[in-house]
């Protein structure tokens, strides 16, 4: 077995199946979960009204998205120097958390300080943001919270670039084709009448 995670490349956390840590075999399972379900649906397009199709896919882009964060947080680790933007998107994101805000004056502060004791900066806060009670990992992300203005960070940022994608038609693509399957299977259904064997 790897020492490794094949995701994230994380030694911190304990392997377990097909090489992959804790935190990434449960969002890769939710990827493969949702995966399955739909190839279900495609050949089951009378069931769709039992999966919704649309929320499988909006749950496993999102689990794909949280493997990438995960990668991103261990590839800070992995460095002896940790660069003044990503230390302040972790700074962004536990304000974001916190429900606080981030003093203007947090670029340049973090700007100052030495490239080695950002990366330290980084491995104590990275802890805090992990442990941080949410359903969802927090996103990157340099955008500053601000009070009474509440947005999701990297989600909000990540989910209206997502929108205006190609991935993204292709997605409503797939759904509009399983919906058509569905209505289809519902007229021959119905074209067979009332009192016909299923
Ligand atoms: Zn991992």
Redesign the pocket.
């Known amino acids: 077995m790897a020492d490794t995670?094949?995701?994230?490349?994380?030694r911190r956390?304990s392997i377990k199946t097909r090489d992959?840590?804790?935190?990434?075999?449960y969002w890769q399972g939710r990827v493969e979960d949702c995966s399955a379900k739909l190839e279900f649906v495609r050949a089951h397009p009378e069931d769709l009204r039992k999966y919704r199709p649309q929320l499988l896919f909006s749950r496993m882009r999102k689990a794909r998205r949280v493997l990438e964060e995960?990668r991103w947080r261990?590839e800070g680790l992995h460095a002896d120097k940790v660069d003044a933007q990503r230390l302040e998107a972790l700074v962004c994101a536990l304000a974001r958390d916190c429900r606080s805000a981030v003093a203007a004056s947090t670029s340049t502060l973090v700007e100052k300080v030495s490239p080695k004791s950002r990366r330290q900066m980084y491995e104590v806060l990275l802890t805090i943001v992990e442990n941080c009670p949410s359903r969802w990992p927090n996103l990157h992300s340099l955008e500053r919270p601000i009070k009474g203005a509440y947005r999701y960070g990297g989600w909000s940022e990540w989910s209206e670039e997502y929108c205006r994608s190609q991935a993204f038609s292709d997605e409503c693509k797939m759904n509009r084709e399983l919906e058509r399957a569905y209505y289809a299977s519902r007229e021959r259904d119905d074209s067979r009448g009332p009192g016909h064997p299923t």
Do not use: T
């Open positions: 995670c094949r995701n994230c490349r994380s956390r992959l840590c804790s935190k990434c075999l995960l261990e």
